[in-house]
């Protein structure tokens, strides 16, 4: 019988509780112990949140697996006393959530939407048509499982859409590149580009004064992914210039993002609070539970992360 531990925040639980004993019962897997408290000796897996209580995994000396919630695993995947495989979440809800927001922003940046809700004078601004999606080249950095629905998304939607991963791609309807050469080639022609990269040393401050200054005048940018993504200072200064023309910012470097920074403050710049995509509770549990019904079965776990690279 596994013991399982949730690890998340407390308030948590009972959000996820029903849900995890549900995907227990479809795994045939009811006799399992789901709990939040927990000799440490004893628990088969834990299913954890960077934010929980569980910082040091010392003393869970018969662990087969540590089941994040989150897709970003950065402040997990460094930890030296976590030496079993470690599972992000990759889930339908997450991804769908993702999507909705990535085309959703980049509709608005596309139809110049913010002229018409801000700029409701009485003046009748006729002649100012935005090109159509066929003629608008948008960049997605990243095409992991978020990166590869919100490309395909957007290039279902007419887009011309490039993408960057840090291996070759092949996408249909998306023209791909990689590596450093890659970035370069990508960004020069990219109107609209979201970052939808994992916060890894390699990809800190992706997008900084030198890469910025590659884009065409006006560029847009969507940053869902994380806040080192980007060099908040290079992209003030760009912002200011008028190389980059908004940032609609999703993640940041602290969070929350605290009252002081400039961020909130600017006029080209829009905050979400890191809503872009949540974990949802009812398809995440299946995951999670469908993971653990594999190490049982002594099946490969799924969605594992590469501790050298960082995600
Ligand atoms: P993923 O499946 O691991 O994909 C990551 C992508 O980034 C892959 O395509 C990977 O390339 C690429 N990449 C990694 N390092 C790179 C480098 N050095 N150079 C170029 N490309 C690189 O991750 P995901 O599930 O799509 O999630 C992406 C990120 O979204 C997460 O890490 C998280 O930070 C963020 N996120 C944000 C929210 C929110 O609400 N704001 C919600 C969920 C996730 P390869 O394909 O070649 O490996």
């Known amino acids: 019988m596994p013991n399982i531990l949730f690890a998340a925040r407390p308030e948590r639980w009972t ?4 849900h995890l004993r549900e995907a227990l019962a479809e795994a045939n897997l009811s006799h399992a112990n789901l709990t939040t408290e927990a000799n440490p000796a004893e ?5 954890y949140a960077p934010n929980g209580d569980v910082q040091d995994f010392t003393p869970f000396t018969r662990l087969k697996a540590v ?3 989150w897709a970003g695993v950065e402040d997990v995947v460094g930890n030296e006393t976590l030496t079993v495989p470690l599972a ?8 769908e959530g993702m999507v909705d927001w990535v085309v959703g922003h980049t509709l608005r940046h ?3 939407m913010d002229a018409h809700i801000h700029g409701q004078d009485g003046t009748w601004r006729a002649g100012i048509v935005p090109p159509l999606a066929r003629n608008r080249t948008v960049a997605i950095l990243g095409l992991g499982a978020l990166g590869t629905a919100c490309a395909t998304a957007l290039a279902g939607l007419n887009f011309r859409v490039t993408g960057w991963s840090r291996s070759p791609k092949n996408i249909p309807g998306v023209q791909t590149a990689h590596g450093p050469d890659g970035l370069q080639k990508i960004l020069k022609s990219a109107e609209i580009v979201t970052l939808l990269l994992p916060d890894t040393p390699a990809t800190e401050n992706t997008l900084n004064a030198e890469t910025l200054a590659l884009m065409p005048q006006g560029a847009v940018i969507l940053n869902p992914g994380r806040g080192p993504l980007i060099d908040d200072d ?4 760009a912002l200011d210039s008028g190389q980059i023309s908004h940032a609609t910012l999703d993640t940041f470097r602290i969070e929350p993002l605290p009252k002081e920074h ?7 710049v829009t905050v979400t609070p890191h809503i872009a995509s949540e974990t949802r509770a009812d398809s995440a549990a299946r995951v999670i539970i469908d993971n653990i019904r594999r190490g049982e079965a002594g099946e490969p776990f799924l969605h594992l992360v590469d501790r050298d690279l960082g995600y």
């Open 15 to 18: 959000h996820y509780e029903p």
């Open 43 to 47: 628990v088969d897996y834990i299913i």
């Open 67 to 69: 089941l994040n919630l």
């Open 88 to 95: 992000r979440m990759v889930d339908y809800g997450l991804t």
């Open 110 to 112: 596309h139809l110049g």
């Open 234 to 237: 290079a992209l003030l200064a």
């Open 262 to 268: 400039p961020f909130w403050a600017h006029p080209k």
